[in-house]
């Protein structure tokens, strides 16, 4: 009888196969990058980063900048719209706690509006009784609000929608939102709410340095 021969003793046929590790041999040694790879890399990294991070930088301070300016004018409607629907005088005030009125340090710290039924000369006063509608907590330290002497306070809307001073004369002045951001140009980092004494408000862009000076 003649023994067939086994697979490995195949004419042509290698005596043993390469093992599944042996075969993939090559293919792991192609994985990884070179160190001109990796030199490249770093370098468009490098430039990504270099145009990058200053946008980006500019783009997170002129939302600061347009969301207070909003909040302020938005604040600035409220009170004129709510005087008028009451027929009662609304006020909105610099406010440092949320719940009183303050005379000390400027706009960024923040601003109340409430319903001012009862008035004295001189600066605003939440009495008992009287409701706060609105609260705006402080701003961003990157961010200033500041306001002409006559708005370096407060402002107070009557029934007619007029801005007054606590004793009735006419009031009108202009408060400056600035991002003291060197991100932004001093062409953008500044916007100004001009309210009129007939209570009409207009915003505008102003040319300010990164100072962020008080409006005259």
Not at 50 to 67: E, K
Not at 169 to 179: D, F, K, Y
Not at 182 to 202: F, H, K, Q, V
């Amino acid at each position: 009888l003649r023994v067939p021969r086994t697979r490995k003793q195949h004419r042509g046929m290698p005596n043993a196969l390469p093992s599944t590790c042996e075969r993939r041999a090559p293919l792991a040694a192609q994985l990884g990058f070179t160190l001109i790879e990796l030199m490249v890399g770093v370098a468009v990294l490098s430039i990504i980063l270099l145009f990058g991070v200053p946008s980006f930088q500019g783009a997170i301070a002129s939302n600061r900048l347009t969301s207070a300016t909003n909040d302020l004018l938005s604040a600035m409607a409220l009170a004129r719209s709510e005087a008028i629907r009451r027929g009662a005088r609304v006020t909105v005030c610099k406010s440092a706690d949320g719940a009183a009125c303050t005379s000390a340090g400027t706009w960024q710290q923040g601003w109340i509006v409430f319903l001012d039924t009862t008035r004295a000369a001189g600066d605003p006063v939440v009495d008992a009784g009287e409701t706060v509608l609105s609260v705006v907590p402080a701003l961003p330290d990157s961010v200033t609000v500041q306001g002409t002497a006559a708005v370096a306070t407060f402002l107070s809307f009557s029934a007619d929608g007029t801005v007054r001073t606590m004793t009735g004369t006419a009031l009108a002045g202009t408060i400056r939102v600035c991002s003291t951001s060197t991100a932004l140009a001093d062409t953008t980092r500044g916007r100004e709410l001009n309210i009129s004494s007939a209570g009409r408000m207009a915003t505008s862009t102003v040319n300010v340095s990164s100072a962020c000076a008080a409006p005259t």
